[in-house]
């Protein structure tokens, strides 16, 4: 008897315990599907952090941002009424492009050109900007990467605004508060629309009256200084500076200097080094370094999204100094007519966290009001019904990612703590973070304010800022096909909700 009803019992015990593994996978992949519309304050895993400022929030509703009486819509959070400064029109589209003699490929263009017009303010400046969608195709919009715009004008789909649809418009107001560089990019499927070229740079210039962070030496250059906005952007395996391949040259007598706008559009690291010269890393993602020292033989690697602004001087015996871009392509600094030749890229790089000589922060990060864990991760699972090893956010994947809850005003410190295995350029919108520390050693120089913070495998930063620009900013990995796989989380004011919807059939894709 036993011998017969065995192999039926086996069968049930291997049913069972197939169904014991099978039945768990299958929620888990019914659980990991996005829905096909969702609002970002729905999904997130919302984290008050640790700090005096979390008790206030006791008993606050959580999702949804508070009760609707109370609530500012994301589209309230606008600039001041009346006559922009600056006003023009930006026009995207798909077309082909030239980017050497007969060599073409399809990209998007602004105005007709990849990179777009520079749009140029002066600190201070109310800028009005028209973005219309002639022809590219899935709907399109302007972030101002690096600028603290109104959350209102933040150009992110799905949290922000809709994106706009080929035929659409809408319009972006912001003042342009600080002066430096910066880039605008479409913030709609965007690990495409950037790749393909729909971005510009962004150059305020400061206010007359500003005092420059250089000292009195830089100033004295900077008087002369001939302005270069290079902006760098791969299409395909092509390195292009301001559209152009190759090098880039700047006219300047012996003696003169070029401050050098370094933009990096692409996914990864750009290393940028000086040959024939030294030079002065003037400013970092749009703020002045404190007391930056001439240096030589050194790289300045610059994180995906990020700026660094070089000044660099022409030789006296009138040879060329050559701002290398990655290697393949440089902007060269000299008379007319000057040669020169690519060098190596020295093996010593540039440590912001040295550079420079401290200042006051305007904050003060050992009393914060509240403390965030930024823990990136990769771990087998399901993302959106896709089996695999996906990045994860203090353990969560999209969407369930983490909803930073603070207030306005909030002295705000958060540890960044990358354990996934690769690096990751950090982007936290409409806020500038000040490095504290990196793996527990203290910043010992100019102050360190970047919105784009390149932190390798292994890294821990520790980083502060003020909440001061309410909003629901995206707070998330600048390699952007990172970002399409989920490596994003959001920054939420308390009370700020959104009217727009992401989702497979919303029409709005950020990443
Ligand atoms: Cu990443």
Redesign the pocket.
């Given at each position: 008897m036993t011998a017969e009803r065995s192999p039926v019992v086996r069968r049930v015990v291997a049913g069972l315990v197939a169904a014991a593994v099978v039945v768990p996978l299958v929620l888990l992949w019914q659980t990991s599907r996005a829905p096909g519309r969702f609002s970002v304050t729905e999904t997130g895993a919302f984290e008050r952090g640790s700090g005096p400022r979390t008790a206030t929030l006791e008993g606050h509703a959580g999702h949804g941002g508070g009760n609707a009486a109370t609530a500012t819509s994301v589209d309230a959070l606008v600039a001041p009424t009346g006559p922009a400064d600056v006003a023009l029109t930006l026009t995207a589209r798909a077309e082909r492009v030239e980017l050497a003699p007969g060599v073409t490929t399809d990209a998007y263009t602004v105005n007709g050109t990849t990179p777009g017009p520079t749009v140029r303010a002066v600190q201070g400046d109310l800028v009005e900007v028209t973005f219309v969608n002639e022809s590219v195709p899935g709907g399109a919009t302007l972030h101002w990467h690096g600028m603290d715009v109104p959350n209102a004008a933040d150009g992110v789909a799905g949290v922000t605004q809709d994106a706009v649809s080929v035929g659409g418009s809408h319009t972006y107001r912001f003042v342009a508060d600080d002066a430096g560089t910066y880039w605008y990019h479409s913030h709609q499927v965007s690990h495409e629309q950037v790749r393909k070229g729909l971005l510009g740079a962004v150059v305020v210039a400061p206010a007359d009256d500003a005092p420059t962070a250089g000292g009195p030496e830089v100033a004295r250059l900077l008087d002369d200084a001939v302005d270069v906005p290079a902006l760098v952007h791969r299409y395909g395996a092509r390195r292009t500076v301001q559209g152009t391949t190759g090098d880039l040259p700047v006219a300047v007598p012996p003696g003169t200097a070029a401050r050098v706008r370094v933009i990096n559009t692409d996914n990864g690291v750009l290393p940028v080094w000086v040959g024939g010269a030294g030079f002065r890393l003037l400013a970092v993602d749009g703020t002045d370094v404190h007391d930056p020292p001439e240096v030589r033989d050194r790289a300045v690697v610059v994180p995906a999204g990020g700026r660094a602004d070089l000044l660099v001087v022409a030789p006296a015996d009138g040879a060329a100094a050559r701002v290398e871009l990655g290697g393949s392509s440089a902007v060269v600094v000299g008379p007319d007519g000057a040669t020169s030749s690519p060098t190596r890229r020295p093996t010593a790089t540039l440590d912001l966290l040295t550079y420079g000589t401290p200042a006051p922060l305007g904050l003060d990060p050992a009393a914060p009001d509240r403390s965030f864990d930024y823990v990136?991760g990769r771990a087998p699972g399901f993302l959106d019904g896709k089996p695999g090893m996906h990045?994860t956010v203090n353990g969560h994947t999209y969407p369930d990612v983490p909803m930073f809850e603070v207030a306005r005003g909030d002295v705000v410190r958060m540890r960044i703590d990358n354990r996934?295995g690769?690096?990751?350029?950090?982007h936290l919108h409409g806020h500038h973070v000040v490095v504290l520390s990196r793996d527990g050693v203290a910043a010992s120089g100019s102050p360190w304010w970047t919105d784009s913070l390149e932190v390798a495998d292994g890294e821990v930063y520790d980083v502060a800022f003020v909440a001061d620009n309410p909003g629901i900013w995206m707070d998330h990995?600048?390699?952007l096909p990172?970002?399409t796989e989920g490596?994003v989380a959001h920054l939420m004011y308390t009370g700020v909700t959104t009217p727009y919807l992401l989702g497979h059939d919303s029409g709005n894709v950020p990443e």
């Amino acid at each position: 008897m036993t011998a017969e009803r065995s192999p039926v019992v086996r069968r049930v015990v291997a049913g069972l315990v197939a169904a014991a593994v099978v039945v768990p996978l299958v929620l888990l992949w019914q659980t990991s599907r996005a829905p096909g519309r969702f609002s970002v304050t729905e999904t997130g895993a919302f984290e008050r952090g640790s700090g005096p400022r979390t008790a206030t929030l006791e008993g606050h509703a959580g999702h949804g941002g508070g009760n609707a009486a109370t609530a500012t819509s994301v589209d309230a959070l606008v600039a001041p009424t009346g006559p922009a400064d600056v006003a023009l029109t930006l026009t995207a589209r798909a077309e082909r492009v030239e980017l050497a003699p007969g060599v073409t490929t399809d990209a998007y263009t602004v105005n007709g050109t990849t990179p777009g017009p520079t749009v140029r303010a002066v600190q201070g400046d109310l800028v009005e900007v028209t973005f219309v969608n002639e022809s590219v195709p899935g709907g399109a919009t302007l972030h101002w990467h690096g600028m603290d715009v109104p959350n209102a004008a933040d150009g992110v789909a799905g949290v922000t605004q809709d994106a706009v649809s080929v035929g659409g418009s809408h319009t972006y107001r912001f003042v342009a508060d600080d002066a430096g560089t910066y880039w605008y990019h479409s913030h709609q499927v965007s690990h495409e629309q950037v790749r393909k070229g729909l971005l510009g740079a962004v150059v305020v210039a400061p206010a007359d009256d500003a005092p420059t962070a250089g000292g009195p030496e830089v100033a004295r250059l900077l008087d002369d200084a001939v302005d270069v906005p290079a902006l760098v952007h791969r299409y395909g395996a092509r390195r292009t500076v301001q559209g152009t391949t190759g090098d880039l040259p700047v006219a300047v007598p012996p003696g003169t200097a070029a401050r050098v706008r370094v933009i990096n559009t692409d996914n990864g690291v750009l290393p940028v080094w000086v040959g024939g010269a030294g030079f002065r890393l003037l400013a970092v993602d749009g703020t002045d370094v404190h007391d930056p020292p001439e240096v030589r033989d050194r790289a300045v690697v610059v994180p995906a999204g990020g700026r660094a602004d070089l000044l660099v001087v022409a030789p006296a015996d009138g040879a060329a100094a050559r701002v290398e871009l990655g290697g393949s392509s440089a902007v060269v600094v000299g008379p007319d007519g000057a040669t020169s030749s690519p060098t190596r890229r020295p093996t010593a790089t540039l440590d912001l966290l040295t550079y420079g000589t401290p200042a006051p922060l305007g904050l003060d990060p050992a009393a914060p009001d509240r403390s965030f864990d930024y823990v990136i991760g990769r771990a087998p699972g399901f993302l959106d019904g896709k089996p695999g090893m996906h990045w994860t956010v203090n353990g969560h994947t999209y969407p369930d990612v983490p909803m930073f809850e603070v207030a306005r005003g909030d002295v705000v410190r958060m540890r960044i703590d990358n354990r996934s295995g690769t690096p990751h350029p950090m982007h936290l919108h409409g806020h500038h973070v000040v490095v504290l520390s990196r793996d527990g050693v203290a910043a010992s120089g100019s102050p360190w304010w970047t919105d784009s913070l390149e932190v390798a495998d292994g890294e821990v930063y520790d980083v502060a800022f003020v909440a001061d620009n309410p909003g629901i900013w995206m707070d998330h990995c600048h390699n952007l096909p990172h970002a399409t796989e989920g490596l994003v989380a959001h920054l939420m004011y308390t009370g700020v909700t959104t009217p727009y919807l992401l989702g497979h059939d919303s029409g709005n894709v950020p990443e």
